[in-house]
């Protein structure tokens, strides 16, 4: 069929900025936390969808180190709802072959959601079918920041030779060490902005911005961009093969 997905040519590593809640939520005439409460089914059903065709790896968008920034009650709200998130949805990742990890500055987090966080990592550790990355108090720029100062205190004690660092050393001092860069970046609500977020990871990554508030986001929807991305030819900055 036209719109059939090729399992063979999945991208293996999806991240999604999932933007949009408070103004679905203003929409309705809600607070801003009905919103995220909606956005929260939406990671649930995007995660069930991507674990269903074979992405190896989903990476979202949390909670950055800017939303610190905004009023306490939706910062708890945001923390609440995670924590019912990853209590809820334990089962199901660890029935699902889901690892669960998160990326980001963790110390920051409040002692409960590591809590949380823990559990979730330690059930699921085994797990080997898709891992699901949450940004949780994430910015690039920190987190490359982050690295450098690891490798400068690497260099200085003699384990790294400036001279001789590569772009895979780099990345293996990155929080995403180990996985592969980001083949397919999303962002809805119509924001045509990276926002800090894994800006090393994205270098040749393919770019799809959608209207589409969080909340409202499907399977469907997913569907019809992992369909576009595979009719997309990626060069990676160099020729394509016909030309
Ligand atoms: C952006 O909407 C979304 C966030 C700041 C956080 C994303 C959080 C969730 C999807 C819910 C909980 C998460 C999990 C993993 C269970 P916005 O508030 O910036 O929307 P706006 O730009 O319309 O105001």
Redesign the pocket.
Known sequence: MWNELDPDRMPKHVAII???????A?KRLLN?IN???K??D??RRIVRTARKLNIATLT?????TE?WQ?PKAEVSG?ML??R??LTSERRTMVDNGIRLNTIGQFDRLPGAVRENLKAGMAATANNTKMVLN?ALSYGARAEIVDMVKQMATAAREGKIDPAAVTSEMVSDHLYTRGMPDVDLLIRT?G?MRISNFLLWQIAYAELFFTTT??PDFGEDEFRQILKAYQNRERRFGSVSPCT
């Open positions: 999932m933007d949009g809640n408070g103004r679905w203003k801003r919103g995220h409460e956005g929260a939406a990671v979202l968008y949390a909670f950055s939303n905004r945001l709802l995670l019912r998130f949450l609500s924001e508030l969080w």
